[in-house]
């Protein structure tokens, strides 16, 4: 069994209890990782409380070296961590290389430039302005993006001056390990970085609750996220939260067709679903949905489903069998709820394994639950509309607001769509996902913004000096 990395030092958890990691490909038991306690997060929140007046008033310069290194470390190894990300999340490995593992190298680099260059005082008539580290950070993880959304917390907290005491999910932690270990070697300072692993309503509730911590970031559903804001509440601390999404695909009557459904087909399916901001409704007018519904259903038979060291697989299996049967209870609702089902469903398409077929519903109506609800699966639900305001309506529709796209022969016309939908981000014509902008939602997908300088002002706290 692994160890909890606490004060600079791997350690057992006071509880002496293990957590299996499970090859959701295999169902094997692959490692075992500490149950933690409340008085494993105890002693992690005291070691990030002593390291951060020291790394508060570390030189900017040193904390970009040391972030940079890490970064350099994170790309050297990025094979390995990739095959870990693809035994214990299941990632089809091309994509838990480029996206689940080099993409966070480049983050971690962006934050090791800004560590430098954010500007931390402004002049504002004969007030002097300048932004401090937060404090301690408990940054709480999510299983689908394992290693990418601990160092969208890490690498802005690191880089502002603060001190995190890390719980990644329970589900696929494995690359947090890693993390941790190249932080280690590259000379973090003890205290500054600290990994509990555990339960949530363990572990994630005690770093959320404790007096000691001054910043909870938290990445998962919306209703964990409900309850991480509560008990932050207690001491009124800041939080910031990324939670669901429901995001749609608005494909104009002006637009490529085909181009649109093909891009959103593969947008709702990457990481086999299990993506927060994922399309997963592609909203088509009327007169064009038919034949939609015939180029989205070729589109998802080309995903091949299976092993994630094969080449040739597209989507992998879902993380867990907890996921995969809550995706097919909501296949099965879809049906029942009067949606036709026009290819995948609930079959298995391998013996073992938490495989499910590339699944797409025609016939969906507004209201409906696979149309309204975060499946989290590689479930694409598609829905017409008549008008451009009904188009907007539809896409705003949900209690979510994250991601979105719009797609018109008109960049103008995209635009101003694209303007329309309150979400926090939309792509435009298939533009690509920038991890130097702004991510985060609206509504119910959360409070605050994650990436590039957006990202790093979430840990800085502003004082005013009358001079």
């Not at 959701?24 to 075992?32: K, M, Q, S, V």
């Not at 290389?97 to 993409?103: A, D, E, Y």
């Not at 694409?380 to 719009?406: C, F, H, K, W």
Request: glycine share 10%; hydrophobic share 45%.
């Amino acid at each position: 069994m692994r160890e909890l990395f606490i004060g600079g030092s791997w350690t057992a958890s006071t509880s002496g209890e293990s957590i299996e990691v499970v090859n959701p490909a295999t169902e094997e038991i692959i490692d075992r990782v500490p149950a933690g306690t409340p008085d494993d997060v105890e002693a992690a929140v005291l070691a990030a409380r002593r390291a951060f007046p020291s790394w508060a008033d570390t030189a900017p310069s040193e904390r970009a070296r040391l972030l940079g290194a890490a970064a350099d470390l994170l790309k050297q190894r990025a094979d390995v961590i990739a095959e870990t990300i693809a035994s214990d999340m299941g990632s089809p490995l091309g994509f838990a290389l480029k996206v689940q593992t080099l993409m966070p190298a480049a983050v971690l680099s962006s934050y090791a430039q800004l560590a430098e260059s954010h500007p931390r005082e402004r002049r504002i008539g004969n007030s002097l302005v300048v932004k401090e580290p937060a404090g301690v950070v408990a940054a709480i993880t999510p299983w689908n993006y394992p290693l990418h959304q601990i160092i969208c917390k890490v690498g802005p907290a690191l880089a502002a001056g603060c001190t995190v005491v890390l719980k990644p999910s329970e589900v696929a932690p494995l690359a947090a390990y890693a993390l941790a270990e190249i932080f280690a070697e590259v000379g973090l300072p003890a205290g500054v970085l600290n990994l509990v692993s555990g339960r949530g309503p363990v572990v994630g509730e005690a770093m959320a609750a404790h007096p000691e911590v001054d910043l909870v970031s938290f990445t998962g559903s919306t209703a964990a996220g409900r309850r991480v804001a509560a008990l932050a509440a207690e001491t009124v601390k800041r939080v910031s939260l990324e939670l669901g999404g429901k995001s749609a695909s608005v494909v104009l009557p002006d637009a490529d067709l085909a181009a649109a459904v093909k891009v959103s087909v593969a947008n709702c399916f990457v990481n086999a679903g299990q993506t927060c901001s994922a399309w997963s409704r592609l909203v088509v007018h009327r007169d064009q949905y038919d034949d939609a519904v015939r180029l989205a259903v070729a589109a998802a038979r080309k995903y091949t489903v299976g092993d994630p060291f094969d080449e040739s697989t597209r989507i992998g299996p879902l993380v867990s069998k907890a996921q995969y049967d809550r995706v097919t209870r909501y296949i099965i609702r879809g049906e029942e709820e009067g949606a036709r089902l026009v290819t995948g469903g609930t079959e298995r398409p391998l013996p073992k394994g938490y495989y499910v077929e590339p699944t797409v519903f025609a016939g969906v109506e507004p209201g409906m639950t696979i149309e309204q609800e975060e499946i989290f699966g590689p479930v694409l639900t598609m829905i017409p509309y008549t008008s451009e305001d009904q188009a907007v309506e539809i896409a705003n529709g949900t209690r979510y607001g994250l991601a979105g796209a719009v797609w018109s022969g008109s960049q103008e016309r995209a635009l101003a769509v694209a303007r329309r939908l309150r979400t926090g981000q939309v792509s435009v014509n298939g533009g690509q996902f920038n991890p130097l902008a702004p991510f985060g939602g609206y509504k119910q997908s959360g409070v605050g913004r994650e990436l590039g300088e957006y990202g790093m002002e979430e840990y800085l706290e502003i004082k005013s000096l009358q001079v």
